[in-house]
């Protein structure tokens, strides 16, 4: 099993640039999580998906944070324009079940937004 | 809403001495709670998991966790810290009503000294 897989794993742009991150969950899993992680804020979720549709998006941070799941294996995190203060480590997770089970996470994606 | 507190941000150990990360959680009902591992650079690894039954969970690399209603706790403990067990260590707590999603605590740095 690869385990839950991200790229890029670090990604450098600069302000005002498009940014996608990408997210290929565990094959069977049907709920997939992103995360953002920073000194001061800590691990914070963006938002969620469960069978591919968004349940719960009231993480993301501003309209210019969208995610899509267009199929179960796949998922973006864009940010469009990006500014400094996006600058974090981006992780995504899947889990297996309907209710509370226990989530894998990626290896996530450094992002730095100078 | 549950939450999560690690009252501790970091802590430091001698290698070879007993270990306890406290984490200490808000819910109404029986919570799912969940002890995640982080080593620099890498996503979260689950340690150990509480669903239900013996308060009293085994988990990989030695490390156990005992869950207390009474004290609202689940306490991570391992009887002799190796060096290779520095990182960050997050406790997560799921709740039936929100889904799938889990609240984590800000995490506790541990510091092993040789």
């Known amino acids: 099993d690869a385990g839950v897989i991200q790229s890029p794993r670090h990604e450098v742009t600069e302000m005002g640039q498009e940014v996608t991150l990408r997210c290929k969950p565990i094959?069977?899993?049907?709920?997939l999580f992103w995360y953002r992680q920073t000194m001061m804020r800590g691990l914070e979720l963006l938002i969620y998906?469960?069978?591919?549709?968004?349940?719960?998006d009231s993480g993301m941070p501003e309209d210019r944070f969208s995610a899509k799941m267009p199929n179960a294996s796949f998922s973006t995190l864009k940010i469009q324009p990006s500014e400094p203060r996006d600058s974090a480590v981006y992780f995504c997770?899947?889990?297996?079940?309907?209710?509370?089970?226990?989530?894998?996470f990626g290896p996530g994606t450094r992002l730095t937004v100078t | 809403a549950q939450s999560v507190t690690q009252p501790d941000i970091h802590i430091t150990v001698s290698e070879g001495a007993s270990l306890e990360l406290r984490c200490n959680y808000s819910?109404?009902?029986?919570?799912?709670l969940f002890w995640y591992v982080q080593s620099p650079g890498q996503g979260l690894q689950l340690l150990l998991k509480?669903?239900?039954?013996?308060?009293l969970v085994q988990g990989i690399k030695g490390f156990e966790a005992e869950f207390k209603r009474s004290q609202s706790s689940f306490n991570l403990r391992k009887p002799s810290v190796h060096w290779s067990d520095a990182a960050e260590y997050f406790c997560?707590?799921?709740?039936?009503?929100?889904?799938?999603?889990?609240?984590f605590g800000g995490g506790t740095r541990l510091m092993v000294k040789p």
């Open positions: 997770a899947s889990s297996l079940g309907q209710g509370i089970s226990e989530q894998y």
């Open positions: 094959s069977g899993h049907n709920s």
């Open positions: 998906f469960n069978n591919n549709v968004p349940i719960d």
């Open positions: 819910y109404g009902a029986t919570p799912y």
């Open positions: 509480y669903f239900s039954g013996d308060t």
């Open positions: 997560a707590v799921g709740a039936g009503h929100a889904g799938n999603m889990l609240t």
